[in-house]
């Protein structure tokens, strides 16, 4: 199972990207796609997920309002739509998948992680 990142790149303040997620194949014990950053020196976060159960997807409170996840079956992946971007959004961006999404969290528990795509904002 291999999860890779697509989409990242330099962009400035006020801008949009959209990054890509795309899995080899969803084991069926995957229910959740998350997306994860770490920004220079700080701990990796939880800042998007969406549930294929239908649940409501979770935001971190610091992007609510600007990133929209998103996931198209068919190809098999995922997508993080990030507008109004902002420096504090610079960071190394990972997908993961996880059994089990939570509307209020990131998940807990991660199977694969992804090798991450890079995002700067200035």
């Known amino acids: 199972v291999q999860l890779v990142e697509s989409g990242g790149g330099s962009a400035q303040a006020g801008g949009s990207l959209t990054l890509s997620c795309v899995a080899s194949?969803?084991?069926?014990?995957?229910?959740?796609v998350a997306w994860f950053r770490q920004a220079p020196g700080k701990e990796r976060e939880g800042t998007a997920s969406?549930?294929?159960?239908?649940?409501?997807?979770f935001y971190a409170d610091s992007v609510k309002g600007r990133f929209t996840v998103s996931r198209d079956s068919g190809q098999k992946t995922v997508y993080l739509q990030m507008d109004s971007l902002i420096p504090e959004d610079t960071g190394m961006y990972y997908c993961?998948?996880?059994?089990?999404?939570?509307?209020?969290?990131?998940?807990?528990?991660?199977?694969?992680w992804g090798q991450g795509t890079q995002v700067t904002v200035s």
């Open positions: 993961a998948m996880s059994p089990l999404c939570f509307s209020t969290q990131p998940p807990q528990r991660i199977y694969v």
């Open positions: 194949i969803y084991p069926a014990r995957v229910n959740c």
């Open positions: 969406i549930s294929f159960n239908g649940h409501s997807p």
